[in-house]
């Protein structure tokens, strides 16, 4: 089939790669444009425009699609499809009626579920057991397409959202050229969602970040999961700010912010305690909790403060 794919970051590099490697026609590709990375902020491409550019895919880095200019180009590629995975931008209604089979989406839940931004994102931090991809086609509303296929994985109690955006990567690739496959063979049945049963999933706030002792130990524990690669939980202790890359929700009991033990390090929280696993303090390498513990010089039954 005559595709024109439009994503910008790695899980969309997956699913073109994954789209070119089932045969289809890539006419064209749509991303966004190139930006600074680093401390030397140093202009750089996205993935997708990384594996256009190998296979020698024209790319197209319009900073609006409202302009007359992207649905000039797309008439001129005249492709049956266009698949859509976290382009970032939002497609128009002429658009969306350009191609035969109209436009088709990757999304990263079990729609109606965590429709939104961040749909990986809130499903740890709402602790759930699963999440899965959800292919649709594409209407004007934000996800409220109607469903061609899904597949459900598992959300592990360890696992954070970087851990679970690397399975759904891999898995959400696949499902979308199959689901193009089954379009192509005119054996896509799509089913509407239910709307009463939707959900949101706006995007993280570095807001959401800070927490203190005096919290659920459970629901630290997902926040840290979930908040984990960014914005990243964070505490406060004497003054610093200290990072959680990484925790567990233990057994314990204390005042909110009581130092249990050093091995690992465990603090007393609101209910059950926290074992804090890789901490980033202010300014700091990332260290295990007991090494940052040993450096405070903590020992058993101290308070962690926010104050210096």
Known sequence: ????????????????EALIGAGHEIAGVFTREDKPVGRRQTLTPPPVKVVAQSRGIPVFQPKTLRDGEAERILKE?????????A????????????????????????????RGAAPIQWA???????T????????????????????????GPEETSADVFEKVTAL?????????????????????QDGAKATAAPPLKKEMAAFDFSQDAQKLHNLIRGLY??????????GVKVKVNRARAAAGAGAPGEVL??????VACGAGALELLEVVPQGKRPMTGQEWAAGRRLKKGDLLRPEA
């Open 1 to 16: 089939m005559k595709l024109v794919f439009m994503g910008t970051p790695e899980i969309a590099a997956a699913a073109l």
């Open 77 to 85: 590629l005249a492709p049956e499809l266009i698949a859509v995975v």
């Open 87 to 114: 382009y970032g931008r939002i497609l128009p209604a002429e658009l969306l009626a350009l191609p035969r089979f109209g436009c088709v989406n990757l999304h990263v839940s079990l729609l109606p579920k965590y």
């Open 124 to 130: 740890v931090l709402n602790g759930d057991a699963e």
């Open 132 to 155: 899965g991809v959800t292919i649709m086609q594409m209407d004007e509303g934000m996800d409220t397409g109607d469903i061609l296929a899904v597949a459900p994985v598992e959300i």
């Open 172 to 192: 959400g690739a696949r499902t979308l050229a199959q689901t193009v496959a089954a379009i192509g063979a005119g054996q896509a049945r799509p089913v509407p």
């Open 229 to 238: 690669p960014w914005p990243v939980a964070q505490f406060t202790a004497g």
């Open 261 to 266: 033990a050093l091995k690992p390090l465990t």
